[in-house]
């Protein structure tokens, strides 16, 4: 490996290293998808180099590919928007850190299996770092935190995994509770899963700044799949509708 690029899993030498954008504020939902579309298209093409995107948006549901109408509990609660992401129903809100991932999969990883595999070990050893001991289940995706009462074991969802491939391109990605306000998924079933629950790192005590958690998240990524560099949108611009972060 050198300087400017990371090992892939056919041996390769990417060229660049992969962009790493923070955005200020929320993001709509609509906007993000649309530049996620563009990206990966541009990804795809060779023509931009790929890209870590971490954000917030205002809280909303959203709609995977597998979701079922009767896991949205509560319609008129918030936005609901239906997305090309595999998965079922999820919320996003503030205090939840989302992160799109826009990777050449078939390069990186040889499969969707795999790269899923690696977005779930991202966010645990990232968790791991900021002291919480989390895990996958067997048969489950995303990453779940353990919780034992006098009835026996249960598990509670901390990051939720939602991906998409266009012309082997990744987009969407994980989005992991840091601060969210838990209540509004109650408006869904989230991942279509009744019998576990969600949690975040301040629930569990964990009072983490999402700035540390993005510090976490770009150590870990960097160990594991290679350089980043500061990047920007198009022209330092933000997508159309970016909103003052203030919304609960």
């Not at 809280?59 to 997305?83: C, E, I, K, N, W």
Request: aromatic share 8%; charged share 25%.
């Amino acid at each position: 490996m050198d300087a400017d690029g990371q090992t892939l899993l056919n041996g390769e030498v990417s060229p660049r290293p992969v962009e790493w954008v923070v955005a200020q504020g929320l993001v709509p939902y609509e906007a993000a998808c649309a530049f996620m579309v563009e990206r990966s298209d541009a990804v795809a093409a060779g023509s931009a180099p790929e890209m870590v995107w971490l954000l917030e948006h205002p809280p909303l549901y959203t709609a995977g590919t597998s979701a079922r109408p009767g896991d949205l509990l509560q319609p008129d609660r918030f936005p609901v928007h239906a997305t090309g992401r595999g998965g079922q129903f999820t919320y996003h809100g503030p205090g939840q850190r989302v992160v799109y991932v826009m990777l050449d999969v078939k390069r990186r990883f040889g499969d969707v299996r795999a790269y899923v595999h690696a977005l779930e070990t991202w966010a645990i050893e990232t968790l791991g770092e900021l002291g919480v001991e989390a895990r996958t289940i067997e048969g489950r995706i995303g990453v779940w935190v353990r919780r034992d009462e006098a009835g026996g074991t249960q598990h509670d969802k901390i990051a939720a995994i939602g991906v998409r491939l266009r012309r082997w391109v990744s987009s969407h990605g994980f989005a992991l509770n840091v601060d969210p306000v838990l209540e509004h998924f109650a408006g869904i079933i989230p991942c279509g899963i009744r019998d576990d629950g969600v949690t975040s790192l301040a629930a569990l005590g964990h009072r983490a700044r999402l700035e540390a958690v993005d510090y976490a998240l770009r150590r870990v990524f960097e160990r594991r799949f290679g350089p980043t560099r500061d990047g920007g949108l198009p022209g330092g611009a933000t997508p159309a509708g970016q909103r003052d972060a203030s919304a609960r």
